[in-house]
T-cell receptor, first 116, second 114 residues
Framework: ETGVTQTPRHLVMGMTNKKSLKCEQH?????MYWYKQSAKKPLELMFV???????ENNSVPSRFSPECPNSSHLFLHLHTLQPEDSALYLC???????????????FGEGSRLTVL | GENVEQHPSTLSVQEGDSAVIKCTYS??????FPWYKQELGKGPQLIID?????GEKKDQRIAVTLNKTAKHFSLHITETQPEDSAVYFC?????????????FGTGTRLLVSP
């Protein structure tokens, strides 16, 4: 098993569809993240869950709805998306050590989303 | 908030040459500067990082330098190999105890020709 697994790898959806992206981490980490990667733009942090509590929401439109049922799983529910939402969506996880320092991000391979 | 600028956007070198990628940041409170490598079809992977109490760090063919006064940091790759071809991202953040809030640069596409 790879560290962070994302499904599906590719998704094409219409603007009226409802779909979900799934992320699973097998690293025992306690923080999980959703990033959006668009061409020629920096990676944009969307949401952060730490110990299953949402701790960051970077003004993301409500058509994106995250869910973190436990420390190993993270979902991104999608509904009534726009064509400009087409991008690579990356999930990541990190670990808060006993000393408090939160280390490197481990990324999944991403879900390539196309909105028609 | 923090803003990170990265240059160049593309870099082509011959195998064996050195490559240098530069980043600047705006928030003087930032104290952690990682570099990530993203190969085609994969997610970014940490290759080296540096904290603000250190001016330089080296790991085999990769080194990072930090100038806190000028608020810029650079990635240096020596003796480049074709497998170094990828997109490289710099980032900056303030180390905290909760989660990692990185601000990324726009990336540099490095192409190493045999």
């Amino acid at each position: 098993e790879t560290g962070v697994t994302q499904t599906p790898r590719h998704l094409v959806m219409g603007m009226t569809n409802k779909k979900s992206l799934k992320c699973e981490q097998h690293l025992g980490h306690n923080a999980m993240y959703w990033y959006k990667q668009s061409a020629k733009k920096p990676l944009e942090l969307m949401f952060v869950y730490s110990l299953e509590e949402r701790v960051e929401n970077n003004s993301v439109p409500s058509r994106f709805s995250p869910e973190c049922p436990n420390s190993s799983h993270l979902f991104l529910h999608l509904h009534t998306l726009q064509p400009e939402d087409s991008a690579l969506y990356l999930c990541a996880s990190s670990h808060k050590s006993g000393t408090g320092y939160t280390g490197e991000l481990f990324f999944g391979e991403g879900s390539r989303l196309t909105v028609l | 908030g923090e803003n990170v600028e990265q240059h160049p956007s593309t870099l082509s070198v011959q195998e064996g040459d050195s490559a240098v990628i530069k980043c600047t940041y705006s928030d003087s409170a930032s104290n952690y500067f990682p570099w990530y490598k993203q190969e085609l079809g994969k997610g970014p992977q940490l290759i080296i990082d540096i904290r603000s109490n250190v001016g330089e760090k080296k790991d085999q063919r990769i080194a990072v330098t930090l100038n806190k006064t000028a608020k810029h940091f650079s990635l240096h790759i020596t003796e480049t190999q074709p497998e170094d071809s990828a997109v490289y991202f710099c980032a900056a953040s303030i180390v905290n105890t909760g989660f990692q809030k990185l601000v990324f640069g726009t990336g540099t596409r490095l192409l190493v020709s045999p």
